[in-house]
Structure formats: structure tokens, C-alpha cells
């Protein structure tokens, strides 16, 4: 069965309509994503904290699955990868990502967005398969539709003065 994106889309912006509290907002959204996506292990978010003396870390945000990593290096693995980058990554086998955290062991393939709010990076949506070669173009391109909305959800809650 093939996920129809923008009836995903269409139900993440339902959910997210009018309700400017984020972890509500990323937790109904990592459900519906989870749901709505065959042979999937893991999705949820991940937000960026900006740190000088530390570094730019991605902390662990409302998501679907096995318990995940807490904290992730911006520039390392997939997720801090594509915030480094500022671009998706779409991994057909994590084991040939240089540098792959393995959070859950389970794991094959994966594909990570950057998620962006006033013009920065926000954080990551990542979505986890067992599956080899699970994701493709048209996957990204749909879930870039999902993308768009948990931005403007995620823009909402930021400036919600």
C-alpha cells in the first residue's frame, strides 16, 4: 500500500491548526506519521539547542518507537548531518553512512529533514525503517509536504506573544 502524502499532509495540518503548543503539536504529528507510513520502526523529532561552549546539539522531542538517543552532535550521524548540511538525507543503508548512530540496532534505512522557523533550523523530523532501500525520492518528496506544515506549526508556537 503506497502512502498518499497529501492526505498526510492534510492531516498533520489538520491536527496542528490553531494549537500553538509544540509538543502537543510533534507529538500528534510523530503519531500520524507513524501510522500513516508502512514498515516503519521510528518517527519523531529532534530540536536544535544552540550552545557556544558546547556545540549545537539536537535534543530527543516527542516521537513513535523503541527509545532513541537523547542528545546528537550537530555534524554527526544522519540527523546532525542534515542539519550541518541543512539538507534532507535520504540513507538507503545506514551502515554506509559514514559516522551512523545506531539508536536502535534495528534500523536499515532513514530519512531526516531539516525543519526550519523564522528563517533558522529548528530541528529534524527522522523517520527510521528495518527495511533496506525503504525510502525513496518520492517518500522525501511527499513527507517534504508534512515538512511544510509542522515549519508553520512550529513558527506558531515560537511567536505565539
Avoid at 64 to 90: E, H, M, N, S, Y
Avoid at 133 to 155: K, P
Wanted: aromatic residues 6%.
Amino acid at each position: 500500500m503506497m502512502t498518499n502524502y497529501e492526505i498526510l499532509a492534510a492531516s498533520v495540518r489538520a491536527l496542528t491548526d490553531g494549537e500553538n503548543d509544540l509538543i502537543a503539536n510533534l507529538s500528534n504529528v510523530s503519531a500520524a506519521i507513524f501510522e500513516s507510513l508502512e514498515d516503519v520502526n521510528w518517527a519523531g523529532f529532534y530540536a536544535l539547542r544552540r550552545d557556544t561552549l558546547r556545540g549545537d546539539t539536537l535534543v530527543l522531542h516527542p516521537f513513535q518507537g523503541k527509545p532513541a538517543c537523547i542528545r546528537i552532535p550537530v555534524g554527526k550521524g544522519v540527523c546532525g548531518t542534515a542539519v550541518a548540511l541543512d539538507k534532507a538525507q535520504l540513507v538507503p543503508d545506514v551502515h554506509d553512512f559514514p559516522g551512523h548512530i545506531a539508536c536502535d540496532s534495528a534500523s536499515n534505512s532513514e530519512i531526516v529533514i531539516p525543519l526550519h522557523a523564522n528563517g533558522e533550523i529548528v530541528g529534524v523530523l527522522d523517520i527510521d525503517s528495518p527495511t533496506v532501500g525503504r525510502f525513496t525520492e518520492e517518500d522525501l518528496n511527499g513527507l517534504m509536504l508534512s515538512a511544510e506544515a509542522i515549519e508553520l506549526a512550529w513558527e506558531r508556537s515560537l511567536n505565539k506573544n
